[in-house]
Every structure is written in C-alpha cells, then in structure tokens.
Nanobody, 122 residues
Framework: QVQLVESGGGLVQSGGSLRLSCVAS????????LGWFRQPPGKEREFVAT????????DYADAVKGRFTISRDNDKNTVSLQMNSLKPEDTGVYYC???????????????WGQGIQVTVSS
C-alpha cells in the first residue's frame, strides 16, 4: 500500500515556472515507478511524465518535452516535477501516481494522490 500527497501548484503567468512535489509513504514505497498526470478542464486525464524506480528510465509526453523535468529522491521517497515556460494549455489538476510496473497509461497505475490545481494565465 502506497500513499501519495502532492504539494505546490497554484496560479502562474504564461512563460513562468512552477514546481510540484509528491511524498510517497508506505512500507514498499521505494519499489514503484512514479509518474505525473494531469486533467485539463473538461478533458480526460492524460500522461505527463514518469520515472523508474532507479531513475534510469524517464519518459515525457510530447506536449511537455523540453519544458518539464521529473526527478526523484529515493532517500526521502519524493518525486518532483519542475515546469518551465508554462502555457495556458498546461492548466489542469495534476496528479502524482505510483506504478509497480512501467507504463505511461492511466489504467496501469496502482495508487494516486488527491490532485493539485495548476492554473496558467495568459
């Protein structure tokens, strides 16, 4: 069992930066790949980025590649998402998630945080 709690988020101007963090807890929290997903207003949840248990494998959605950076600290059981050059289309609820395997699909993730709002103004 893994519990996930996001922090950060908020309102930022277009072109600005924001950093999201997520703390994972539980006996085997370090055994999961960790990822970030987002749900824009009126749309379905979509993949943003994921990082493997050892941080060797990293994947990004094409829409955020070159602007977002995912990282993890296994000593603290945290995963972060640094978001730069933000655009209004990045607006949505961002979720931290844990996967025992390796996937970019929503349905393959086992545990989810409560979500945190990110709003980018023009």
């Amino acid at each position: 069992q893994v519990q996930l709690v996001e922090s950060g988020g908020g309102l930022v101007q277009s072109g600005g930066s924001l950093r999201l963090s997520c703390v994972a807890s539980g006996r085997y929290a370090g055994g999961y790949a960790l990822g970030w997903f987002r749900q824009p207003p009126g749309k379905e949840r979509e993949f943003v980025a994921t990082i493997s248990r050892t941080a060797v494998e990293i994947d990004y959605a094409d829409a955020v590649k070159g602007r977002f950076t995912i990282s993890r600290d296994n000593d603290k059981n945290t995963v972060s998402l640094q978001m730069n050059s933000l655009k209004p289309e990045d607006t949505g609820v961002y979720y931290c998630a844990a996967n025992f395997g390796w996937s970019t699909r929503v349905q393959d993730y086992d545990y989810w945080g409560q979500g945190i709002q990110v709003t980018v103004s023009s």
